[in-house]
Each structure stands twice: as structure tokens, then as C-alpha cells.
């Protein structure tokens, strides 16, 4: 009987390369979702997304989240299940969407140029980036009430 060798602890595993993943909290209340609207690059001022950003190497995504909240909009918040498929961006990163909820604060656009709660009936009312259309209209069956 042959036996598989176990990893080495001591010897740290070699990084296993991915493509970056972006997080976006679709945080919602009374029924509606916060949008944000981009202030940079240039080429997507103007559109809206969902608050969050990169994941740091060793962080995990619900981590990222929380951690972008408070930078993006001074609030905490607890992230719940994921939604939808991932979307692949034209940079070959993939963003990756999480139901949330507040914990303490009140959004503000701290990085953004706006902040807006929508309704189901809303989501169309922006601009949204590219990759975040798909998302927010799998966002509609969420936001009842
Ligand atoms: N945060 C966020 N970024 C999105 C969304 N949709 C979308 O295409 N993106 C793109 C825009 C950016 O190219 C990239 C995320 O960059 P970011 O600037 O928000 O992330 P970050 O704060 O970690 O970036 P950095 O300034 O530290 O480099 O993903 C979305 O819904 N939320």
C-alpha cells in the first residue's frame, strides 16, 4: 500500500495565482438596496456599483466587505449570503456580490459622489457599471417591503 506524503507544515505552500476578486455588498433596508456612484477613474465617473472593492491577500471576502464599509461609507455591517454568478470583468478580475445589512451607522459617500437607496422598481434608474447590471437585477426578488 502506498501512502500520499503529507505537506510539510514548516514549508509554506506556493501562492496559487486567481484572478483578483472584487466584493460588492448589496446592503438592504426597509426594502432597497445602496447604490454608489463612482467618483473615479474617469472612465467609470458617473456610474453606479456596489460598495466594496479588492480582497487583500490572506483577508477573506466577508472581511474585504466590512472592511471597504467603514472606509467607503462609515458604517458597519454584517454580510450575509452570496447572489448571483460571478461577473468577469474586461480586466479579467470578477466581481462577486453579498447580501448585507447594517449593523451601526448611516451610509455616507465618503469616496463616492453619491449614495442612494432603490426600491425594486429603481434599479433601473442608474447607471450602473457594466458588470453590475446582471447583479442588480438579480437584486429585485430581495427587495420587497
Ligand atoms: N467596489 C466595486 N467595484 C466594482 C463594482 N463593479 C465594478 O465593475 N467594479 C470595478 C471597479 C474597479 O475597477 C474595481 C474595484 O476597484 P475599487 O477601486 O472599488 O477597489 P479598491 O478600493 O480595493 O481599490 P484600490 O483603490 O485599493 O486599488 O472593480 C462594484 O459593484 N463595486
Keep these: 500500500m502506498t501512502s500520499t506524503p503529507r505537506p510539510d507544515p514548516a514549508v509554506p505552500l506556493p501562492a496559487v495565482d486567481g484572478p483578483q476578486i472584487v466584493v460588492g455588498a448589496a446592503i438592504i433596508r426597509h426594502g432597497r438596496v445602496l447604490a ?3 467618483a473615479t477613474p474617469p ?3 458617473g456610474r ?3 460598495p466594496g472593492g479588492k480582497v487583500d491577500p490572506g483577508e477573506t471576502e466577508p472581511d474585504a466587505l466590512v472592511r471597504e464599509c467603514v472606509e467607503e461609507l462609515g458604517v458597519r455591517i454584517v454580510v450575509g449570503d ?3 454568478a460571478d461577473v468577469t470583468m474586461v480586466n479579467g478580475a470578477v466581481l462577486r456580490l453579498y447580501l448585507a445589512e447594517l449593523l451601526a451607522g448611516e451610509p455616507r459617500a465618503l469616496e463616492h459622489l453619491e449614495v442612494r437607496w432603490l426600491a ?5 434608474s442608474v447607471p450602473w457599471l457594466p458588470a453590475d447590471a446582471p447583479l ?3 437584486l429585485a426578488p430581495h427587495l420587497t417591503g
Design 36 to 38: 454608489a456612484q463612482r
Design 43 to 45: 472612465a467609470a465617473a
Design 48 to 50: 453606479w456599483e456596489f
Design 136 to 138: 442588480a437585477a438579480a
Design 120 to 124: 425594486a422598481d429603481e434599479l433601473d
Design 82 to 84: 452570496r447572489l448571483g
